[in-house]
């Protein structure tokens, strides 16, 4: 008896320094949620913003329901989430681990008039059901499409095809700022980067650079080599470095068939004129692309993720054959492709897990 009295242990009396060194290990957010609930001790040894970084999920909403799943490549696993505060919103980011939510466009029409509807996106986090309402603001016109890019929301249309208006929101603003644009501004991909606009003309590839506090033409940058109005352009702020990809096909409803990527760092002339500088490799980061987002992630930060990759959403057809859904996982360098499949039926969206309250 004496023995094994000897042999027992009290577990919620570790050490809190052993404690964080076992929560830091939890790559999977459903470990560190039930190391958390394993005891008070733990619980408070381990403060939910302590979760380690997570490799991405990918978004599957339920029509009509407030039904979420996600499905996570590392452990193969499909979590389903009621999130109460998601019918009828259109979810895509991610941002410092939330999502933009907007209204369905058909939603729009059950409230009324689109056309004369105030609306009010806002961020949310399906994992705590946590949201929040960002300002309040009249668009004029055509109810816009919101996008986010790293800090911030922008939203870009008009009631006036000769004057386009930019209106954006950086986390943590009081309000919407707008800029109004001219009329060379409407055929763009409009971007929002680090106190820029980036504004990518579709027919010739030319982008122009606007400093979102005086409102000015800051510079211009010549097209890249290839450039297809038939692409899609992401502009990211890859940790200090400012990266283009060019995927050279449209995407349709989150997904992409065959996609192809250019990859161009922005670089200073001697001159002080900018430019593209096509580039093979992005050292230890990795790029995940969905027809809403892109964003860089440090490879080394994750248990999974490969060095110099992009990850994609993608479907493949097969003649009669229902499609398939998957990853698929370029090498910049090689080419190299790797298809990873997904078991959710229409994958969305990449999604990155938090349990943090902004």
Same mark, same amino acid.
């Given at each position: 008896m004496e023995a094994k009295k000897a042999l027992q242990r009290d577990w919620s #009396?570790?050490?809190?320094? /052993? !404690?964080?060194?076992?929560?830091?290990?939890?790559g999977e957010i459903s470990d560190f949620v039930r190391f958390r609930a394993v005891c008070t001790a733990w619980r408070f040894s =381990?403060?939910? =913003?302590?979760?380690?970084?997570?490799?991405?999920w990918i978004l599957m909403k339920h029509q009509n329901t407030t039904d979420l799943s996600?499905?996570?490549?590392?452990?193969?696993?499909? @979590?389903?989430?009621?999130?109460?505060? #998601?019918?009828?919103? $259109?979810?895509?980011?991610?941002?410092?681990? @939330? %999502?933009?939510?907007?209204? @369905?466009?058909?939603?729009? $029409?059950?409230f009324g008039d689109?056309?004369?509807?105030?609306?009010?996106?806002?961020? *949310?986090?399906?994992l705590n059901n946590h949201e929040i309402p960002l300002p309040t603001?009249? *668009?004029?016109?055509?109810?816009?499409?919101?996008?986010? %890019?790293?800090?911030?929301?922008? #939203?870009?249309?008009?009631?006036?095809?000769?004057?386009p208006k930019l209106v954006f929101w950086?986390?943590?603003?009081?309000? $919407?700022?707008?800029?109004? !644009?001219?009329?060379?501004?409407?055929?763009?991909k409009h971007i929002c980067?680090? &106190? %820029?606009?980036?504004?990518?003309?579709?027919?010739?590839? +030319? =982008?122009?650079?606007?400093? /979102?506090?005086?409102g000015t033409l800051a510079y211009v940058i010549p097209p890249i080599e290839g450039h297809s109005a038939a692409g899609s352009e992401f502009i990211v702020d890859a940790f200090g470095e400012i990266l283009r990809f060019f995927q050279h096909n449209s995407p349709y409803a989150g997904l992409v068939y065959d996609a192809w990527f250019d990859v161009h760092r922005l670089e200073t002339k001697e001159n002080g004129s900018r430019c593209w500088v096509k580039v093979d490799s992005i050292g230890n980061q990795a790029v995940f692309v969905d027809? @809403?987002?892109?964003? +860089?992630?440090?490879?080394?930060?994750?248990? &999974?993720?490969?060095?110099?990759?992009?990850? *994609?959403?993608?479907?493949?057809?097969?003649g009669q054959e229902a499609p398939k859904y998957g990853v698929e996982r370029i090498d910049i360098m090689t080419g190299a492709r790797e298809y990873l499949p997904c078991p959710l039926k229409e994958p969305k969206s990449w999604f990155v897990p938090s349990l943090q309250r902004l």
């Open positions: #009396s570790l050490p809190i320094e /052993v !404690l964080n060194l076992i929560a830091k290990k939890l =381990t403060p939910s =913003t302590d979760l380690p970084q997570q490799f991405p996600f499905y996570s490549i590392p452990s193969n696993k499909i @979590y389903s989430i009621h999130a109460s505060k #998601s019918l009828g919103k $259109w979810l895509y980011g991610p941002l410092e681990g @939330y %999502m933009l939510a907007d209204l @369905y466009y058909q939603s729009l $029409w059950e689109p056309f004369a509807l105030t609306l009010q996106p806002s961020l *949310f986090n399906p603001y009249d *668009f004029e016109g055509l109810p816009y499409r919101f996008s986010c %890019m790293g800090e911030y929301v922008f #939203s870009y249309g008009y009631a006036d095809y000769q004057k950086h986390l943590g603003q009081a309000n $919407w700022c707008e800029l109004n !644009l001219t009329s060379d501004y409407v055929n763009c980067l680090k &106190g %820029m606009i980036f504004n990518v003309e579709r027919d010739t590839g +030319v =982008t122009k650079v606007i400093n /979102v506090t005086t027809s @809403y987002s892109c964003f +860089v992630l440090k490879a080394h930060d994750f248990t &999974g993720i490969k060095r110099n990759c992009i990850y *994609f959403l993608t479907r493949i057809n097969h």
